[in-house]
């Protein structure tokens, strides 16, 4: 008789520390369940890539279960990466061939310190995910190559290793050679937050030199031309298509495909707040008070140089006392009426560089007022933030979903596991499943407002996405069930009620004691 659950593929999306903790909670309750060695494919982005490294790392060493649970928690828990990251960017000496010292070559170090060691101290390599014999036959880090603005993937596969996408491949006797870290790194390389990692220019290589061969692939002109990563989110924060992609190429089709994804929910993105009022001031008059400064700098820079000449011509020349009363002022003086002139003419071209505005909308610019420039410059800004971490992205999720959730081929075989689907869960479900009690709710209303951030606000915030993951993918498991096979439990077959009873059975339990199986792996 087949197992419902014998050939599992996961999706871990991005979403920062909250994605990586709920994530952790998934691959947890699957191995409580049994069916964690059943999972044949895995694709992450970002954060979830910290989670999925963590698990594909612990099978190549040979780690138990708990070992890695232990590990990625521990990491999670003590590991700052924004106070880490700056800790290694102002102390420790970091040599890439481009030279940068920035904030993404300085976390790639830092994952190489905390977490892509194997158990003998050396750095994992791309190679040793490629040369593994795991139960894991497909696994795929995301990130977002900006040449193209395509998905660009480091796929471990038993038909092909990739490095690449459609437009553009690094070949794979060089990616064999790659630090995992600079690969996570790139994988998790936020938008804003960090500079985009090139490659091969920001990469770790042996004695700092690239390859002639490679750096010869990634030129232009005769000057070096990297590729510009950045977080695998940019194109798809779900990991969606690279594992429908992959399995299209497995020898036989996945079970089951369960899509974890921590994306908030939210009652609204953006909403106007009401400006702080500095001053009703225009920007004519400000540039009037400007004119009336420069005019006394420029007359304190002619009083200041007429007594210096004075006191030199009548030999009453005292360097002590002219430095003081005198040429300090001067300097001062000088130095003000270049930097407003500066300032005053390179804020003019700006605004004359403006499509649509031009030179000759200085005129009528002059006539706002400083309170309706701050309010114009921070609605711009805020709209545009939102506009490139919310909607854009709450679009390619939208096209992606729709895209897996019409074909046919996934619809008996895909679960969601969404971090806020308890919150007003509708499910008809058989009698003897309990339903979301107030914790499980609250709980999950919390677990969906923790930032998305590589460090954890509140030590009970680990705690709380993990036990989430666990319980939420549980209770989806049972609607998937129901869903698939029907509500008459005693028409299961033997595979189906095995798990059935079981899922039920723990499920009812969690909605008693949602700490349940965490305690399991934390004692």
Avoid at 149 to 157: C, I, Q, T, Y
Avoid at 449 to 476: H, M, R
Wanted: aromatic share 10%; charged share 25%; hydrophobic share 40%.
């Amino acid at each position: 008789m087949k197992n419902i659950f014998n050939s599992i593929g996961i999706t871990l999306s991005g979403g920062g520390y909250r994605a990586s903790a709920f994530h952790l909670g998934l691959i947890s309750y699957l191995s409580h369940l049994g069916v964690a060695e059943n999972i044949k494919a895995i694709s992450s982005v970002s954060g979830g890539t910290l989670t999925g490294t963590a698990y594909i790392q612990s099978l190549i060493d040979k780690k138990s279960f708990k070992e890695f649970f232990v590990d990625l928690y521990a990491f999670l828990q003590n590991t700052n990466m924004l106070e880490e990251t700056l800790e290694c960017l102002a102390s420790e000496k970091l040599t890439v061939p481009s030279g940068r010292k920035d904030l993404i070559v300085a976390a790639s170090r830092v994952f190489e310190n905390r977490l892509t060691r194997k158990s003998s101290g050396e750095p994992f390599l791309f190679g040793d995910f490629l040369d593994s014999q795991i139960h894991v036959s497909e696994f795929i880090i995301n990130t977002t190559e900006l040449s193209f603005g395509l998905d660009f993937r480091f796929k471990k596969s038993d038909k092909e290793d990739v490095a690449g996408n459609r437009k553009i491949r690094i070949p794979i006797k060089y990616a064999t050679d790659l630090h995992l870290s600079d690969i996570v790194a790139a994988s998790t390389c936020f938008p804003g937050a960090l500079e985009p990692l090139a490659f091969p220019d920001d990469f770790t290589f042996k004695d700092n030199s690239i390859p002639a061969e490679l750096r010869d692939l990634f030129m232009k002109d005769g000057k070096p031309d990297p590729i510009a990563f950045m977080d695998g989110g940019i194109y798809d924060n779900q990991g969606i298509e690279s594992l429908t992609i992959a399995e299209d190429k497995m020898d036989e089709d996945l079970d089951l495909i369960i899509v974890s994804d921590v994306e908030t929910y939210s009652d609204g993105f953006f909403h106007f707040k009401q400006s702080e009022k500095i001053s009703d001031l225009s920007l004519g008059s400000v540039d009037l008070i400007l004119k009336i400064v420069i005019a006394l700098c420029l007359g304190t820079a002619v009083s200041m140089t007429y007594h210096i000449v004075t006191d030199l011509l009548n030999k009453n020349f005292n360097l002590v006392d002219s430095l003081i009363n005198n040429i300090t002022p001067l300097i001062l003086s000088l130095s003000s009426t270049v930097l407003i002139l500066w300032l005053r003419n390179r804020v003019k071209k700006i605004i004359a560089d403006i499509p649509l505005l031009g030179g000759s909308a200085w005129k009528d610019i002059k006539k706002f007022t400083i309170n309706q420039i701050i309010e114009g410059v921070t609605l711009r800004i805020s709209s545009l933030f939102v506009l490139a971490t919310k909607v854009v992205t709450k679009r390619i999720r939208y096209l992606v979903y729709s895209v897996f959730y019409n074909d046919k081929k996934y619809e008996n075989k895909r679960v969601s596991n969404l971090i806020g689907s308890l919150k007003a869960d509708f499910a008809k479900l058989p009698p003897e499943v309990e339903k979301p009690s107030d914790k499980i709710i609250e709980m999950t209303v919390l677990a969906n407002e923790v930032e998305t951030t590589a460090w954890f606000e509140k030590d009970s915030d680990l705690p709380l996405l993990v036990n989430v993951g666990q319980f939420t993918i549980c209770y989806n498991l049972i609607k998937y069930i129901v869903r698939v096979y029907g509500n008459d439990t005693e028409k299961y077959d033997e595979s189906v009620k095995n798990y059935w009873d079981k899922l039920v059975a723990d499920w009812n339990q969690m909605v008693i004691d949602p700490d349940l199986y965490l305690k399991k792996y934390m004692d």
